[in-house]
């Protein structure tokens, strides 16, 4: 079984600053991992995932993500955000082999404030 | 241009009292997943089905249940609501099983009030 960490459940960050969305995981198996945004009264839209390959990931609206396998760790990233980024961000994991549904975490608020 | 649907949007149901939700897609995929995402926390995973083949988790209450009458629609069954199944319900798609190579696409979800 695999599990998703958010370390943070709320992130205000001040509009065209940086941002770093924290998410850690635990699985005895390899996994593929994403990040899903969920915008007010919307459903869940994938900004990104990584399958293999490049560490680096790029996703839409300008987010990219890290996949740290020796540290269990996808955080995601912005170098400048904008109002329209205020929304819920859910990181999740599946196993590689063998699930078929996603693990999620408990999702984090960013916060942009003007 | 909606892909998946959810409807309703808001549903309110008494203690006790059988409520479906209701889900469709038009993107023809073969997979159709069911989350349910109490307040604050994480979007859990109920069951899918694979074409016509069902997937419950093992963790999921029998008093949830699930019908998939063609590849368009995916019905949730609760047979008797309790105060701790208010939630939202989010509905899911995927062209293939495999949900890593494939994208999920989600409905914008049926918030359910349980009185």
């Known amino acids: 079984a695999q599990s998703v960490t958010q370390l943070d459940s709320q992130v205000p960050v001040f509009e065209e600053a940086p941002v770093e969305l924290r998410c850690n995981y635990s699985s005895s198996v390899s996994v593929y991992l994403f990040w899903y945004v969920q915008y007010p009264n919307q459903g869940l839209q994938l900004l990104l995932k990584?399958?293999?390959?490049?560490?680096l990931v790029k996703g839409i609206n300008g987010f990219e993500a890290e996949f740290n396998k020796s540290q269990t760790s996808f955080h995601l990233r912005k170098p400048s955000v904008h109002i329209s980024d205020t929304a819920e961000y859910f990181c999740a994991v599946t196993e590689v082999v063998g699930a078929d549904g996603l693990t999620f975490g408990k999702g984090t608020h960013l916060i942009i404030q003007p | 241009d909606a892909m998946v649907i959810q409807n309703p949007r808001y549903q309110v149901t008494q203690f006790g009292k059988p409520v479906t939700l209701s889900c469709s897609q038009t993107l023809n995929h073969n997979v159709m997943y069911w989350y349910q995402q109490k307040s604050s926390q994480a979007p859990k995973l109920l069951f899918h089905y694979y074409d016509k083949d069902f997937n419950n988790e093992a963790d999921t209450p029998d008093n949830f249940q699930s019908r998939r009458p063609n590849t368009s629609f995916c019905f949730l069954d609760i047979r008797s609501p309790g105060l701790g199944d208010a939630a939202m319900y989010l509905c899911?798609?995927?062209?293939?099983?495999?949900?890593?190579?494939?994208?999920?696409?989600f409905g914008p979800g049926t918030r359910l009030t349980v009185l």
């Open positions: 990584y399958l293999s390959g490049s560490t």
């Open positions: 899911a798609t995927s062209e293939e099983r495999l949900a890593g190579t494939d994208t999920q696409y």
